[in-house]
């Protein structure tokens, strides 16, 4: 059985999600015999290259609060990552355009190193004091991967480089009505959407897994929209 997951490295719910679904993958019987592929999803694909904002400082202008209103709602979120054992740090982030980080993710599923890029991504990201929105720290992160430094170099150094696997991702997001993420598609034949309990993830393994016509969800799951806004329920 495949599990297609869409994110973005700039999801925090996508980095939760991720642990919660791995959770839910450990406890499911036919576990071994599930292919896990990572998909491509930009919160912010408007974003100019380079350009970057404090996170704080984003969620309080989306959602029109306070800048220690909107620390709260990261304090929220941290909390949630931090049950389920993840590092986060609530202060010191940036958002930006991830459209690189994609790009890079899909040489290291060519190489059979995504997933080693996806965690470093997120550690990065949410964990440690690194940027993930410049070349060079993307470059560092793809050796530590695993990857060739002279060809993840080339990627990035060419915009075009995996741009149409990027965007062809993006296209099935749509296609599969996904506009938030994560997104979890079961043998394109089932949806879960949104950083679910990990229970819930077990359900629907076994359910796909046995070929039933629906997948239990939570109505309060926790995602992440187009223009980097991530959801908190209750205080959205």
């Given at each position: 059985m495949r599990v297609e997951i869409w994110s973005d490295i700039a999801c925090p719910w996508c980095y939760i999600g991720k642990a919660r679904f791995e959770k839910g993958l450990a406890a499911f019987a036919h576990r071994d015999e599930v292919e896990v592929v990572f998909r491509s999803f930009e919160l912010d694909p408007n974003s100019p290259k380079g350009s970057v904002?404090?996170?704080?400082?984003?969620?309080?202008?989306?959602?029109?609060?306070?800048?220690e209103e909107a620390r709260g709602m990261e304090e929220h979120v941290a909390a949630s990552a931090?049950?389920?054992?993840?590092?986060?740090?609530t202060e010191g982030r940036d958002h930006g355009n991830t459209f690189d980080i994609h790009r890079l993710l899909h040489l290291a599923a060519a190489r059979g190193r995504q997933?080693?890029?996806?965690?470093?991504?997120?550690?990065?990201?949410?964990?440690?004091?690194?940027s993930v929105f410049d070349s060079a720290t993307l470059?560092?992160?793809?050796?530590?991967?695993?990857?060739?430094?002279?060809?993840?170099?080339?990627?990035?150094?060419?915009?075009?480089?995996?741009?149409?696997?990027?965007?062809?991702?993006?296209?099935?997001?749509?296609?599969l009505g996904a506009n938030a993420v994560p997104f979890f598609v079961l043998d394109r034949r089932f949806g879960v959407s949104g950083g679910q309990p990990?229970?819930?993830?077990?359900?629907?393994?076994?359910?796909?897994?046995?070929?039933?016509e629906s997948v239990p969800t939570s109505p309060d799951?926790?995602?992440?929209?187009?223009?980097g806004a991530c959801a908190v329920p209750g205080q959205a």
């Open positions: 904002a404090p996170v704080v400082e984003m969620l309080a202008k989306k959602y029109g609060r306070t800048v931090r049950a389920e054992g993840l590092t986060y740090r997933e080693e890029l996806l965690d470093l991504a997120y550690r990065a990201n949410f964990a440690e004091e690194r470059l560092v992160l793809a050796v530590e991967a695993g990857l060739d430094e002279a060809e993840a170099a080339a990627v990035l150094a060419d915009a075009t480089a995996y741009a149409d696997a990027v965007r062809a991702d993006e296209r099935e997001a749509a296609e990990a229970e819930v993830f077990t359900q629907a393994l076994e359910q796909a897994w046995a070929g039933r799951a926790e995602v992440c929209e187009p223009d």
